[in-house]
Nanobody
């Protein structure tokens, strides 16, 4: 079964940090660009960051630039999203997804063919 599984979410205070992980099973994650998305309550899902197959060519949404860092360890079939200086507005369910290509093509959802179930991130004092 081809799937992605996210982990690492939780409750954190404003200004805190979390690291999300996205692990692939059933396919080789290193063959695809990977994106992170999030969906806050009552809002549409939005793109957060994406990374090409080599770990370069990263893209970030303006709202997370300078605070979030995407990386990948192809040997572990895993992509990470390091989130620092978290804000209450970062509260959302975070999803990872596999792009159809090798390079980060942005956040058009029809480019992504495999999605995880999501992990909840809550930023609150």
């Amino acid at each position: 079964q081809l799937q992605l599984v996210e982990s690492g979410g939780g409750l954190v205070q404003p200004g805190g940090s979390l690291r999300l992980s996205c692990v692939a099973s059933g396919f080789t994650l290193s063959s695809y660009a990977i994106g992170w998305f999030r969906q806050a309550p009552g809002k549409e899902r939005e793109g957060v960051s994406c990374v090409g197959i080599s770990g370069s060519g990263t893209v970030y949404a303006d709202s997370v630039k300078g605070r979030f860092t995407i990386s990948r360890d192809n040997a572990k079939n895993t992509v990470y999203l390091q989130m620092n200086s978290l804000k209450p507005e970062d509260t959302a369910v975070y999803y990872c997804a596999a792009d159809r290509g090798y390079y980060c093509s942005g956040f058009k959802e029809n480019r992504y063919w495999s999605w995880g179930q999501g992990t909840q991130v809550t930023v609150s004092s």
